[in-house]
């Protein structure tokens, strides 16, 4: 009994040793052998993975690269071709502009020489004539008064007496600048005043003839610069409204017709430039006096003093030696401000109105 008690107790420890220890071998030895090959595979996948990435990313950057450099070598060649697959049809106008634009301006913007032709007068009793100045590297861009500035300095700086021209705004508002310019009022341009006018309407060695106005009632001061006291004149003999407006009315206070309101505005653009008297060949100041008579006989504030204002300012106009209007149509081609005739007509029936019905 003790025997087979003994040999059974051993036979059962040393098979669950056996098998704990075999069990345990071979658990280590598996989980190590899957470790190993696991990590071999990980290694193995994530280097083949990483060296394919890799090359297939240098590839790409280095065909991007190639055909980058390719697509700017062709274009910077001017390859009608490239051009063509690389840049949509849209762009066309961008192109075109790019490759001939600069070329284009270039040659519009290339400064030039002129010979200014101007003239010289001391004074109003003076005996004056026409003298002849180059001017260099004009730019196009250059307003006239702007050139004759340059000039100027040029005249300065060899001791020269500079040129005098009348000049305020210089945006077509003042009525200043009045001159005749290769014997145009206000030069070349139409509607507009001489500082409007750019070098760009001349070219490389044009003669350019300036003059002052030319009218018995604008005497010459010095060079091109002119008295026009005369119109002011004319002004003050009724070019306003005298009443004592206080505060400003509500806006619908007083009712204007639309079209009265609009006339009167184009008769008010007159900026007393004289452009209109110089270039009638009487020497008339007529569209500029019947501007002034239209803007305020057409507004109900011009209304209570229109009689008294239509005569006192033809008589002016004829006292200061204006001639009278022989409907030329001269004055209304050069006017900067596009003022019509139709004004005359109207001061006229004001004038024979306030005749007719005037007391005096």
Not at 227 to 255: F, H
Not at 306 to 335: H, K, L, P, S
């Amino acid at each position: 009994t003790v025997q087979q008690r003994g040999s059974s107790a051993v036979q059962q420890r040393g098979s669950s040793a056996v098998q704990q220890r075999g069990s345990s071998t071979v658990q280590q030895r598996g989980s190590s052998a899957v470790q190993q090959r696991g990590s071999s595979a990980v290694q193995q996948r994530g280097s083949s993975t990483v060296q394919q990435r890799g090359s297939s990313t240098v590839q790409q950057r280095g065909s991007v690269t190639e055909s980058s450099k390719k697509t700017t070598t062709e274009i910077c060649k001017y390859d009608d071709k490239a051009i063509l697959e690389h840049i949509n049809i849209s762009s066309f106008p961008v192109i075109i502009c790019g490759l001939f634009g600069g070329f284009f301006m270039s040659e519009i913007e290339k400064n030039f020489s002129v010979t200014i032709r101007v003239w010289r007068q001391n004074g109003p009793n003076d005996k004056g004539a026409m003298v002849s100045y180059p001017v260099n590297n004009v730019s196009p861009a250059m307003s006239f008064l702007e050139m004759l500035d340059v000039l100027n300095e040029e005249l300065i700086i060899k001791g020269d007496t500079p040129i005098v021209v009348e000049s305020d705004c210089r945006e077509g508002i003042c009525g200043c600048c009045g001159l005749v310019i290769n014997g145009d009022t206000h030069g070349p341009d139409k509607n507009s005043t001489v500082c409007q006018l750019h070098m760009r309407r001349f070219k490389d060695g044009d003669v350019i003839t300036v003059e002052p106005w030319r009218v018995k009632s604008f005497p010459i001061i010095k060079d091109l610069a002119v008295d026009r006291s005369a119109m002011e004149k004319i002004m003050q003999a009724g070019g306003y409204v005298s009443v004592n407006t206080g505060a400003a009315p509500d806006a619908n206070a007083v009712l204007i017709n639309r079209d009265d309101a609009e006339e009167s505005m184009d008769a008010a653009a007159c900026i007393g430039c004289g452009a209109c008297i110089t270039a009638c060949p009487n020497g008339a100041a007529m569209l500029f006096t019947a501007a002034k008579i239209s803007q305020l006989a057409l507004l109900p504030q011009g209304h209570p003093e229109r009689r008294e204002r239509a005569i006192n300012m033809v008589e002016a106009m004829d006292r200061e030696g204006f001639g009278n209007c022989t409907n030329e149509y001269e004055c209304e081609a050069v006017c900067p401000k596009n003022i019509k005739v139709s004004n005359i007509a109207r001061m006229n029936r004001e004038f024979l109105i306030a005749n007719f019905l005037s007391k005096k």
